[in-house]
């Protein structure tokens, strides 16, 4: 099925930013489904931040205001820009669309 490739995490100090990106496989013409979730160390997978069947969007209330969600289908590809970012943030932050996952890309956040 799809193949999504999460990149650009790494390790950041509170309050700083990250731009995760997903690429897919195959043209994206539609996002809706489309999102970003993260698992902590003993914690079940969250969700994060998704596109709606409408087309809107919808928040984690633990990220809203600082993370957004967007979308670019020339390049096939969603992003998660991550803003004043926490310690509790740390966590490995997956892709989801079309009933796959990707791999993950770990996103740390300490000083």
């Known amino acids: 099925q799809v193949q999504l490739v999460e990149s650009g995490g790494g390790l950041v100090q509170p309050g700083g930013s990250l731009r995760l990106s997903c690429a897919a496989s195959?043209?994206?013409?539609?996002?809706?489904?489309m999102g970003w979730y993260r698992q902590a160390p003993g914690k079940e997978r969250e969700l994060v931040a998704i596109f709606r069947s409408d087309g809107s969007t919808h928040y984690a209330n633990s990220v809203k205001g600082r993370f957004g969600i967007s979308g670019d289908n020339a390049m096939n590809t969603v992003y998660l820009q991550m803003n004043s970012l926490k310690p509790e943030d740390t966590a490995v932050y997956y892709c989801y669309w079309m009933n796959s996952w990707g791999r993950g890309t770990q996103v740390t956040v300490s000083s």
């Open positions: 195959r043209t994206i013409f539609n996002f809706s489904g």
